[in-house]
């Protein structure tokens, strides 16, 4: 079975600062991974996957995200927050052989003016 | 031009009554999901469907009946419905294979009094 753990439920910047999301999966084989954001009231955006290749990948509204095999993980980070970056983060997996979404807990980011 | 659309957004009831969630997609794809979002904004698939057949079932009552007449809609039908079903219910669609992005709908919120 495969599961994705975020690391802080809450998360608080300062408008300007770092973004960090943790994301770490537990999987038998490899798999696939993404990155998918909520706004308030909203359905879910993806922001970024990896598949192969490239283990730095970058997505939408200035956000990355890197896969790390041996670490098991595939943080998210955005240099520089915006206000508009509050929402709810959730990172997902799913097996490549397979095609369900397992979902993590989710982040809440809140930016501070 | 709504991508994955759901009727009604919100949706009050009470227990024991049978109520359904519509789901339509105009992007083409041959996959559609029912996800249900608990009150601690935890995600979990509930069906798939791939060009209306039933591809995955997770561990979800009986009282729950997705039904796809076309391979743009995909419905949800709930009979005698219980105070725990009250969450948001997310529609999304993709491509078939694993690492196609999947697109939601806004979310219907069930609330069961």
């Known amino acids: 079975a495969q599961s994705v753990t975020q690391l802080g439920s809450h998360v608080s910047v300062s408008e300007g600062a770092l973004v960090l999301l943790r994301c770490n999966y537990s999987?038998?084989?490899?798999?696939?991974l993404f990155w998918y954001v909520q706004y308030p009231n909203q359905g879910l955006q993806l922001l970024l996957k990896?598949?192969?290749?490239?283990?730095l990948v970058k997505g939408i509204n200035g956000f990355e995200a890197e896969f790390k095999k041996s670490e098991t993980s595939f943080h998210l980070t955005k240099p520089s927050a915006h206000m508009s970056d509050a929402a709810e983060y959730f990172c997902?997996?799913?097996?490549?052989?397979?095609?369900?979404?397992?979902f993590g807990g989710g982040t809440r980011v809140l930016v501070k003016p | 031009d709504t991508a994955v659309s759901q009727t009604p957004k919100y949706l009050v009831t009470q227990m024991g009554n049978d109520k359904s969630i519509k789901c339509e997609q105009n992007l083409g794809h041959d996959t559609m999901y029912w996800y249900k979002q608990d009150s601690k904004k935890f995600l979990k698939i509930m069906f798939s469907?791939?060009?209306?057949?039933?591809?995955i079932n997770e561990t979800v009552p009986n009282r729950f009946s997705p039904k796809s007449p076309d391979k743009a809609h995909l419905n949800l039908h709930i009979n005698s419905l219980e105070l725990g079903d009250s969450a948001v219910y997310f529609c999304?669609?993709?491509?078939?294979?694993?690492?196609?992005?999947?697109?939601f709908g806004p979310g219907t919120r069930l609330t069961v009094l």
């Open positions: 469907y791939n060009n209306k057949e039933l591809i």
């Open positions: 999304a669609s993709s491509h078939e294979g694993p690492y196609n992005e999947q697109f």
């Open positions: 997902a997996v799913i097996k490549a052989a397979g095609n369900k979404l397992t």
């Open positions: 999987s038998s084989v490899p798999p696939y």
């Open positions: 990896y598949t192969t290749g490239a283990t």
